[in-house]
């Protein structure tokens, strides 16, 4: 049986790739424009976090900082001091990313508020620092398991308000979601998502909206919209795309897809680029 979050993961494709590994000393800036997520690793030393809005954050522990979204931010050390650091982008191959957008602006995770973490850490820690052959690759996948154990600290830990994250932490709702992330096609209705929650569909139309901030219905289309153009980027035909997320031909799709989109699946297509490249540049 599909659980939340492989039913949800199971439509991105999570990708990490580490540009630092290592001692950093001074400060080391971060802008808005690589549209990726960027996730810190702190495992020694005094650093300090500098938002975009000017607040800081002073850390001294291991801890997992985790900007979900593309967001200005700097990392400094005291001066003439240096700390242990591992920095990683993320990616998860899609246009738009529920999950990364439900998330708070930021994520800060001392190592022991999340004792989970601690096994994955500190062998990402190893090969980060001993340098064995072939341990890019090892942290990279390393980083990658971190970020699902953070998505489901997040769920367990209630870190989302609203949106997505704070839907699949709700019991009742998680039910509902996890089964329309696995079959975007079937014929989704008011009626059917209520019954999936157990509720009567005045109350579950309500609580939805509440909780992810929109309607039942719009959350399908845009669930729907985001495989169509994860499949529509790799090049699948249009008339498959249709069918794989629910539409009977390939024209009520293009009508669907314009609604939302202003522009038809080809015209989308021509537009779209592919998945933003990491900067090695870096720390």
Same mark, same amino acid.
């Given at each position: 049986?599909?659980?939340?979050?492989?039913?949800?993961?199971?439509?991105?494709?999570?990708?990490?790739?580490?540009?630092?590994?290592?001692?950093?000393?001074? #400060?080391?800036?971060?802008?808005?424009?690589?549209?990726?997520?960027?996730?810190?690793?702190?495992?020694?030393?005094?650093?300090?976090?500098?938002?975009?809005?000017?607040?800081?954050?002073?850390?001294?522990?291991?801890?997992?900082?985790?900007?979900?979204?593309?967001?200005?931010?700097?990392?400094?050390?005291?001066?003439?001091?240096?700390?242990?650091?591992?920095?990683?982008?993320?990616?998860?191959?899609?246009?738009?990313?529920?999950?990364?957008?439900?998330?708070?602006?930021?994520?800060?995770?001392?190592?022991?508020?999340?004792?989970?973490?601690?096994?994955?850490?500190?062998?990402?820690?190893?090969?980060?620092?001993?340098?064995?052959?072939?341990?890019?690759?090892?942290?990279?996948?390393?980083?990658?398991?971190?970020?699902?154990?953070?998505?489901?600290?997040?769920?367990?830990?209630?870190?989302?308000?609203?949106?997505?994250?704070?839907?699949?932490?709700?019991?009742?709702?998680?039910?509902?979601?996890?089964?329309?992330?696995?079959?975007?096609?079937?014929?989704?209705?008011?009626? /059917?998502?209520?019954?999936?929650?157990?509720?009567?569909?005045?109350?579950? /139309?309500?609580?939805?909206?509440?909780?992810?901030?929109?309607?039942?219905?719009?959350?399908?289309?845009?669930?729907?919209?985001?495989?169509?153009?994860?499949?529509?980027?790799?090049?699948?035909?249009?008339?498959?795309?249709?069918?794989?997320?629910?539409? #009977?031909?390939?024209?009520?799709?293009?009508?669907?897809?314009?609604?939302?989109?202003? /522009?038809?699946?080809?015209?989308?297509?021509?537009?779209?680029?592919?998945?933003?490249?990491?900067?090695?540049?870096?720390?």
């Amino acid at each position: 049986m599909l659980d939340r979050l492989t039913t949800l993961l199971n439509q991105f494709d999570l990708r990490a790739r580490t540009y630092h590994n290592g001692p950093l000393c001074g #400060s080391a800036h971060f802008d808005e424009e690589d549209g990726v997520a960027h996730l810190h690793l702190l495992r020694e030393g005094q650093l300090t976090i500098i938002d975009a809005d000017g607040s800081s954050v002073e850390l001294s522990e291991p801890t997992v900082l985790l900007y979900p979204r593309p967001r200005v931010h700097s990392l400094r050390t005291k001066p003439g001091k240096s700390v242990e650091l591992v920095c990683a982008a993320i990616e998860f191959g899609a246009t738009e990313n529920p999950v990364l957008r439900s998330l708070p602006h930021v994520l800060i995770t001392p190592l022991k508020a999340a004792p989970n973490l601690q096994v994955t850490l500190e062998l990402l820690f190893e090969e980060a620092f001993a340098r064995r052959c072939g341990h890019p690759g090892v942290v990279d996948r390393l980083s990658e398991v971190l970020m699902v154990q953070l998505m489901r600290y997040a769920i367990e830990q209630r870190l989302a308000d609203a949106g997505l994250m704070a839907g699949l932490a709700d019991a009742r709702l998680a039910r509902v979601l996890t089964a329309v992330h696995a079959e975007p096609a079937r014929s989704w209705t008011l009626e /059917s998502m209520a019954d999936e929650a157990n509720m009567s569909r005045s109350r579950f /139309s309500a609580h939805f909206k509440e909780v992810l901030g929109t309607t039942p219905a719009e959350y399908v289309t845009r669930w729907r919209m985001s495989i169509a153009k994860r499949m529509l980027r790799r090049g699948d035909p249009v008339k498959q795309v249709a069918e794989k997320v629910g539409y #009977s031909d390939a024209s009520s799709f293009g009508r669907a897809f314009a609604q939302l989109e202003s /522009s038809s699946p080809k015209e989308w297509t021509g537009l779209a680029r592919g998945p933003h490249s990491f900067r090695d540049d870096r720390v």
